[in-house]
């Protein structure tokens, strides 16, 4: 009787998760028919402070799935710390002010030599007006959905990549950062491209809404600027 070879699988970490294991990649060896969550428990195995008290999310060749997927030989599974609160998160809507260190630390890799950060900040001034603070509002739930629907797909393109897209919300005075874009590579040229692909998209097609507060006045501002 022919034995059946083990399932190879590639199993990358991110954020808090990376930093536990002090690794974004390890590669493990299941039995055949092995399930996701016999990948997580593995890695739970090697390093448990990954599982100790967290939810652990799962993606499948960059697709969500829970522990009862199944596995081929060659996949990759990830695994994904939540994305509400602390430091290391790729998306982030907050009425905090934002924290530049946090942003490039969710974006960086010891392996990756470019790192490429945008910054948009409030003006004060504004179709020759001048502009006293913005007001920021989103649909959460749906901006954040949108930003990191953005965020996976420009990784997917420049792959090997990691986009980083905070937002504000509520009132910002003259010269607070408003968004905080960044892009993380090996190379800087992927670095860039997708840096400004993520920004001209994030202005596109994310719910998030600006009023512009001048001395005569205050009113949404409906065109991307």
């Not at 970490?13 to 055949?32: H, K, M, N, Q, T």
């Not at 974006?107 to 490429?116: L, Q």
């Not at 507060?213 to 949404?220: K, V």
Request: glycine share 8%; with cysteine; aromatic share 4%.
């Amino acid at each position: 009787m022919t034995r059946l070879a083990s399932v190879r699988v590639h199993v990358r970490l991110f954020a808090s998760y990376r930093e536990a294991a002090g690794v974004g990649r390890i590669d493990v060896e299941l039995p055949p028919g092995a399930r996701v969550r016999d990948a997580v428990a593995e890695i739970a195995k090697r390093h448990p402070l990954i599982s100790e008290g967290r939810k652990v999310v799962i993606a499948r060749n960059r697709d969500y799935v829970d522990g009862d997927a199944p596995l081929a030989d060659g996949d990759e599974v990830a695994l994904i710390p939540p994305v509400s609160g602390g430091a290391g998160q790729r998306i982030l809507m907050s009425d905090r002010e934002l924290s530049l260190d946090d942003a490039i630390a969710a974006a960086r890799d010891p392996s990756w030599g470019g790192i490429v950060v945008f910054l948009g900040t409030v003006r004060d001034n504004s179709r020759g007006k001048r502009v006293t603070h913005l007001e920021y509002e989103a649909y959460a739930e749906m901006a954040e959905a949108k930003m990191r629907e953005i965020a996976d797909r420009l990784e997917r393109k420049h792959d090997p990549c990691r986009v980083v897209l905070h937002h504000r919300t509520g009132d910002l005075a003259i010269g607070e950062v408003a968004v905080i874009v960044v892009a993380g590579a090996p190379h800087r040229d992927a670095a860039f491209k997708a840096a400004r692909e993520a920004i001209d998209e994030l202005k596109t097609v994310v719910p998030i809404w600006k009023k512009e507060h001048a001395e005569d006045g205050a009113i949404w501002i409906e065109e991307h600027a």
